[in-house]
C-alpha cells in the first residue's frame, strides 16, 4: 500500500493543528485542561486522577515539541520527514492509545467510545505517515 504524498501533507497538517490545540491549551491553561478537556462537561481528564499541574503543561510541552516536528514536515514534505513525523507520533499515540484503553472503566459508555475513536484516529494518522509514498507523476515522467 502506498500513499500519495498530497495524503501525508494533509495528515500531517492535521496532526499539527491537533497538536496545536491540545499543546496549547495543556501549557497555558492547565487547570482548564485537566478540568474540561474534551469539552466542557466530558471531564476526560480529571476522570483519571488528581491534578498536577506539572504533568499537565508536560503533556502541552510534548504535543507542542510534535507541533514543531509536525509544522516543519508539512513545508518540508520529504518522504523521509514525513516518516519521522510520523514515528514520532506513532511511539507518543500508541502508547497513549492502549494506556486508555486499558482505562476505560472510570467513564460513561459514550466516552468510551469517545476515547477509542479520537485516540484511533490520531494512532491511524500517525501510522499512515510510515507508509511508503506512492510515486509523484513528476517522478515518472
Known amino acids: 500500500m502506498s500513499i500519495p504524498i498530497s495524503t501525508k501533507r494533509l495528515t500531517v497538517a492535521a496532526l499539527a493543528v491537533t497538536a496545536a490545540v491540545l499543546g ?3 501549557a497555558a491553561f ?15 481528564v480529571s476522570a483519571l486522577g488528581p ?14 515539541a510534535l507541533l514543531v516536528l509536525s509544522v ?12 519521522v513525523t ?8 500508541a502508547e497513549h492509545f492502549v494506556w486508555h484503553v486499558l482505562h476505560l472503566d472510570v467513564f460513561p ?15 491511524l494518522a500517525s501510522i499512515l ?3 511508503p509514498d506512492r510515486p509523484t507523476a513528476e517522478a515518472n515522467a
Open 24 to 26: 496549547v491549551w495543556a
Open 30 to 44: 492547565p487547570l482548564s485542561f485537566y478540568a474540561d478537556f474534551p469539552l466542557p462537561g466530558r471531564h476526560w
Open 72 to 83: 516543519w514536515a508539512l513545508r518540508h514534505p520529504t518522504p523521509t520527514a514525513l516518516r
Open 129 to 131: 505517515l510510515l507508509l
Open 109 to 123: 459508555v459514550a466516552d468510551r467510545i469517545g476515547n477509542v475513536v479520537a485516540l484511533a484516529a490520531m494512532l
Open 51 to 64: 491534578y498536577n499541574e506539572h504533568l499537565t503543561r508536560d503533556v502541552g510541552g510534548l504535543f507542542l
Open 86 to 93: 510520523g514515528g514520532a507520533w506513532t511511539v507518543f499515540t
